[in-house]
């Protein structure tokens, strides 16, 4: 009878063991943890004989432990279960020292009273009926699992044993080692699961970072602000699913925020609206410098609602725009129809921000960059290059459309006298004053520009030289209304009005042209305008010849100092003579400087910075130092053109014309066309 027992207990170890070995199987042949549970279930139901069998599982971070997986033949109870996550203190309540046996719990009832919360979590079956000796209805038998520092993981609630007996020592020593396995398969399946996780979310950092690094290589290299708010839309788009987006800047002048972008059915209308700094939580944005995530702006109180659109459910996430520690702006994207965003898309937008901040940023300081190279920094208005790139497209607009239009060169009269008189501060305010004017003589069409010193430009679109005559007379009276500070000083101007085609047929020719009857006005008496309508091939051959005079005549068109003046003449009479010191250099070196001093090593100086450096090239590629543009003294400038006029022997206008900007100061060789095409105005 001995040796029956023992063969039937070894027997039963025999199959513990095997089962063991085929849990130990299954629970290596995957690490995902449902399915983990799913083999505990299936394998304690199996090899114990349980018709009930749930494993409940701590939820991190949590004193709920939840069910997760379950073996049964009650859908209805399976789905209790499934629903009411069990607190921590119910199973203080049920894992008493009383109730244990080896490592398990078996809560007999008759040592205990369920009360009607433990039996909310876990409910009791009916059973049918049961002997006293038997596993009855409000019997429980608990299998607790434990984590590797010894805290409780989980607990496995058996249930309804098919054989009804009550649990044996032997029984609860099997379901030890069972326990044992169990335990540490769901501990590498959630540490399995963790690393998933974290190689999940460094795999999105990753991306996200990939996406951040093309991002910024496209918008750090992008200048236009207009192509660069489109940009911004499509990659965070690509980043971050959104349904409407807008950005806006701080204005702190006027204590707003502006729209400058929306991406929005109703664009027109966002764009229209400002907001003050101090409202919504936009405002609340720039003054905490602080991201907000908002999933429902409905229930926020700082919700705004924009004039001309209805309130409805809306998810927004607002990020502040930092340019070096500076709210600058905010960004903001929303999702409609009940979408929500997560945690982590915040983060996304905001680190997206800190590129968009730095590339809106670059756009618009490229964009005031611009604005200041064309701009005159005294008066705003546009500046001399500006002109010249407008005047060649106005040229080009009206031979593409066959149209006209007209040009005012604008010169004050007399202004050195201002500035000697008021200083050149007030003299800086009277310019703008008188650059005012020259705007409210002028339509939206027409186009002005300083063109340099006390000289301004206005180029009058489809407009005929009798209706040019008419604005020139506006601009004209408007200067001479300008106050000059009280003193008894009066500013006014004098107009050359040219027309294009009528008065010349290409760039060089409408501006020499202008600035011809400019010359012509300031001959007959300043304060008055001039049309053009000179005899070009006179004027050429009134100052062909004598290289001296034509000097005098282009030294004052020019407004160089006394000093430069005679070091222009002297260097160009000593040009003449091939390289003497003539009787007739002498006298005009006596003529120009009458004794020793300052002002005549000042002569001397630019007479040899004319006669060293007139071989300079505009284009940097003369000699003797291959000096560019303006780092040629101003002198040497003049005494090559004159030069080179001088050289043509009839055709040097042309030559000068088709060497400007190459050989030639532009500038110059525009002046002394215009000069030259009014020369014939110091014999009337």
Known sequence: MFGAKSRKSERGELELLRSLIKLANDLQSSLELHEVVRVIVTAVSETFGFREATLYLREPGSDEFRALGTVSERPDYDELVFSRPVPQRIWDELLLEKFQMGSSFYVDHRRHDW??????????????????????????????????????LGVLDLYDPVDRAQPSLELVKSLDVFAAHAAMAIENARQWEELEKTSAELARQLALWHDLHDLSTVLLSTLDQESVLPQLTTMLKGIVDFDTMDIRLVDEARNELVPIYARDENAEVMLDFRSPLDVGVTGWVVSHNEAQLVNDMTKDPRGVVVPGTEMEPQASIVVPLNVRGKVTGVLTVDRLFGRVFEEHELETVRLFANFAAIAIQNALSYEEMERQAISDGLTGLHNYRHFQDELRAAVSRAERYGETFCLLMMDLDHFKAVNDTIGHQKGDDVLREVAAALKRCSRESDYLARYGGEEFVMILPKTSLSEAQVVAERVRAEVAAVGVGGRDLRVTVSVGVASFPESARDTDGVLGAADAALLRAKARGRNRVCLFSEDKTAAVSALDGDLVALGRRFADRLGLSDEEAAGLITALAVYESGGRVSDEVQTILGETVAEPGPAADEVRQNAFDALLYGSERWDGGGYPEGRRGVAIPRVARAFAVCRGFHEGNGTGLDRLRGEASREYDPRMVQRFTSMVRTAEVDSQ
């Open 115 to 152: 009360t009607p919360e433990q039996l909310h979590y876990l409910p009791s079956l009916d059973l049918g009926e049961r002997q006293d000796d038997e596993f009855h209805p409000e019997d429980a038998l608990f299998l607790p699992l434990f984590d590797k520092h010894h805290c409780l």
